[in-house]
T-cell receptor, first 114, second 115 residues
Framework: DGGITQSPKYLFRKEGQNVTLSCEQNLNHDAMYWYRQDPGQGLRLIYYSQIVNDFQKGDIAEGYSVSREKKESFPLTVTSAQKNPTAFYLC?????????????FGPGTRLTVL | KNQVEQSPQSLIILEGKNCTLQCNYTVSPFSNLRWYKQDTGRGPVSLTIMTFSENTKSNGRYTATLDADTKQSSLHITASQLSDSASYICVDDSYKGDSNYQLIWGAGTKLIIKP
């Protein structure tokens, strides 16, 4: 059963803590992305990776970090430096060979800072 | 100023009725214009993707139109069903050069279908 999984679905964090959001895909896609979604706003790109062991900052990378050690996995760490981390986080993947380089999304993780 | 603006912000219609959602984009040149459906608490799912040269594209009861001259797109939903209740997001696929594309996301229109 191919797709993208994100875990956990809900995550609560105390101020000053780092947390890591998981994203796994078995679609054999080369590229993976992390977006943040806030109410009333469009999705904003945090980080993306086009190939294993390589990643680039998106529009709002400050306070976040990623790694891409395996093709299937692209975890996102929300650090204590992120001033307003409460949001809905979406992971996506795509393949250059796919028509229109279409991105496929996971179910999302809702992070709440207590 | 948001480079992709959608209207209305929210819309309530009765089951079985038709509706049209609007999208204005300002970024050019663009490669594709995309519409996504996002159920509450879920990830977006692609509905249609139109290239610059296409005027209209259908996916079942969903029909997207594109006017590149006025930089406007619309998504028309025919014979709405309760399952159409979701946010509908317009996305401008902007080419940045060197095989790099940037997706610019609208804030979405929240559609509620009432029985």
């Amino acid at each position: 059963d191919g797709g993208i999984t994100q875990s956990p679905k809900y995550l609560f964090r105390k101020e000053g803590q780092n947390v890591t959001l998981s994203c796994e895909q078995n679609l054999n896609h080369d590229a993976m992305y992390w977006y943040r979604q806030d109410p009333g706003q469009g999705l904003r790109l945090i980080y993306y990776s086009q190939i294993v062991n390589d990643f680039q900052k998106g529009d709002i990378a400050e306070g976040y970090s990623v790694s891409r050690e395996k093709k299937e996995s692209f975890p996102l760490t929300v650090t204590s430096a992120q001033k307003n981390p409460t949001a809905f986080y979406l992971c996506a993947s795509s393949s250059p060979g796919q028509a229109y380089n279409e991105q496929f999304f996971g179910p999302g993780t809702r992070l709440t800072v207590l | 100023k948001n480079q992709v603006e959608q209207s209305p912000q929210s819309l309530i219609i009765l089951e079985g009725k038709n509706c049209t959602l609007q999208c204005n984009y300002t970024v050019s040149p663009f490669s594709n214009l995309r519409w996504y459906k996002q159920d509450t608490g879920r990830g977006p799912v692609s509905l249609t993707i139109m290239t610059f040269s296409e005027n209209t594209k259908s996916n079942g009861r969903y029909t997207a139109t594109l006017d590149a001259d006025t930089k406007q797109s619309s998504l028309h939903i025919t014979a709405s069903q309760l399952s159409d209740s979701a946010s509908y997001i317009c996305v401008d696929d902007s080419y940045k050069g060197d095989s790099n594309y940037q997706l610019i996301w609208g804030a979405g229109t929240k559609l509620i279908i009432k029985p």
